[in-house]
């Protein structure tokens, strides 16, 4: 069975530039995380999806981030216009009901 | 609101050897549940173990093993007969057991290195 795929595994842009991640869950998990990871920390989350359904955005940055999830299936992360601060590693995870979280690789950012 | 703490940044440990990595999480509710997730060079979050906070028999999976304190808020994770393949980040993380799809609060991570 395959994992949680993202990608680009490797992002690196230049500050006030657009940038887009992509995170495709488990088949069958109705519940979608975006993670984001500064260096020596623990994964913060940024948005929960329950279905096509944002049930926990409250640490979603909304002036310059927003994500989607059309069809209740995979997912996308933008950031737009991204600054140096969002250097970081975007995980995306996903469940289902009995809430174990499976993890992607990750989608390294670096902003210059 | 709930916080996890991992006080040890780094450790190391002879292979084959014993080690115990400590966490402390503070918390008002009393159903949720505790993860030890390993997270190796290539950034995937791997899930070790689990414990849910009613059970009050200690978690094991293979070498891995916690020690569960609730009332000390405590959740220690001990690797037995480490192996070089166990070096690798490994963070401790917290679940409200409202609803079971609950977002995870994680540790600040401690950098576990086995040592040939």
């Known amino acids: 069975e395959a994992g949680v795929v993202q990608s680009p595994r490797y992002k690196i842009i230049e500050k006030k530039q657009p940038v887009a991640f992509w995170c495709n869950p488990i088949?069958?998990?109705?519940?979608l995380y975006w993670y984001r990871q500064n260096l020596g920390q623990g994964p913060e989350l940024l948005i929960r999806y329950e279905n096509e359904e944002a049930v926990d955005d409250s640490q979603l940055p909304k002036d310059r981030f927003s994500a989607e999830r059309l069809k209740g299936v995979d997912s996308t992360l933008k950031i737009q216009p991204a600054e140096l601060g969002d250097s970081a590693v975007y995980l995306c995870a996903s469940s289902s009901t009995w809430g174990i979280q499976y993890f992607g690789a990750g989608t390294r950012l670096s902003v210059l | 609101a709930q916080t996890v703490t991992q006080s040890q940044p780094e450790m190391s440990v002879q292979e084959a050897e014993t080690v115990t990595l400590s966490c402390t999480y503070d918390?008002?509710?009393?159903?949720?549940?505790l993860f030890w997730y390993k997270q190796p060079p290539s950034r995937q979050m791997i899930l070790v173990i689990r414990?849910?906070?009613?059970?009050?028999q200690n978690a094991t999976e293979n070498r891995f093993s916690v020690n569960f304190q609730k009332a000390a808020k405590s959740f220690s994770l001990k690797i037995s007969d480490s192996q070089l393949g166990d070096t690798a980040m490994y963070f401790c993380a917290f679940m409200t057991g409202s609803g079971n799809t609950g977002k995870l609060i994680f540790g600040q991570g401690t950098t576990l290195q086995v040592k040939p």
């Open positions: 918390t008002s509710e009393n159903n949720y549940y």
């Open positions: 088949s069958g998990h109705n519940t």
């Open positions: 414990q849910e906070a009613y059970k009050q």
